[in-house]
């Protein structure tokens, strides 16, 4: 029984090395991320203040990123990105935000020698070139605004759970819809 575990859990553990991104391509992908970052946090959005706050979501700041694979072929990377200005939400259009966060991605794009960024529902949406291995990454940058009235709600429906109202109010965004 003890040797059919260990085959068992080795098979596991060799599947799961298979699933996992591969070390040179996330330090590839998080090397892509620190720059476009970068130049996010320095752009220009009217009616903001700085600092802004860009930061991973999904799979790659959960530590969950798989292999993706389409028709048993390895495809592309998802990178997903929150692009948060630091502007008051009251008086802002969310197109005027996606645009201006949009802007400032196709300003990155051109530097870069990069396609087109795509206009998606919620998000840019930005492509790397595969790389000699034929995989690539794409990026999707959600342009948000901070939501404080929306976190105090949310405090005051889980009051009963123990949420304070900082809990909340700190970290509810508000986000682009087409």
């Given at each position: ?28 992908a998080?090397e ?5 970052k ?8 009217p ?18 990123v ?9 495809c592309?990377?998802?990178?997903d ?26 300003i ?7 396609d ?5 529902r ?57």
């Amino acid at each position: 029984m003890i040797a059919q575990e260990q085959r068992l859990n080795d098979v596991l553990n060799q599947v799961a090395i298979e699933l996992d991104i591969p070390p040179h391509k996330y330090k590839e992908a998080m090397e892509r991320f620190d720059a476009i970052k970068r130049h996010l946090e320095d752009g220009d959005y009217p009616g903001s203040t700085p600092p802004h706050s860009i930061y991973l979501q999904g799979s790659f700041r959960l530590g969950t990123v798989i292999r993706p694979i389409i028709g048993g072929r390895e495809c592309g990377f998802d990178i997903d990105i929150v692009c948060q200005v630091n502007r008051a939400k009251d008086g802002d259009d969310p197109e005027t935000l996606k645009d201006d966060v949009g802007a400032e991605v196709k300003i990155y794009a051109e530097k870069n020698c990069m396609d087109r960024p795509a206009n998606r529902r919620r998000c840019w949406a930005l492509n790397y070139a595969p790389d000699s291995d034929g995989v690539g990454f794409h990026v999707d940058i959600l342009p948000c605004l901070p939501d404080k009235a929306a976190g105090a709600q949310i405090s005051r429906a889980n009051a009963s759970q123990g949420a304070t109202d900082w809990q909340y109010t700190q970290s509810t965004v508000a986000i682009t819809n087409r």
